[in-house]
């Protein structure tokens, strides 16, 4: 079995958003060691593996008190910057297994084996 990332580096990275545990995008890119648009790409590639509630589209309302959280450092890497004009996407348990059949690579496989515990624990 591959070393799989830490649970509490994936765990640390659930929040709460309208009552449900999810992901954000840039969160999700982290872990798989992509650009956030790489994630945002699968998404918009491949509409039919993510129906209504598998990812949340954030409001302005819920983005403000995230804005904080997208460092500028990060940002350069993985995406999204404190003034970007995109809100956040929200993964849920059920859009993550769904991504999990887009992304190929070792490391996807190893990525998702360790979110996939982290959500069922």
Known sequence: MPDLLPYIDVEKKIITIRSQKVILDSDVAKLYGVETK???????????????????????????????????????KFGRGKYSKYNAKAFTEKG??????????PKAAETTIAIVETFVC
């Open 38 to 76: 790489r994630i945002n790409e699968a998404l918009i590639n491949n509409p039919r593996k993510f129906p209504s509630g598998y990812v949340l589209e954030l409001t302005n309302a819920e983005m403000h008190p995230l804005r904080s959280k997208f460092s500028t450092l990060d940002s350069q």
């Open 96 to 105: 993550l297994y769904m991504l999990a059949t887009i992304l190929k690579s």
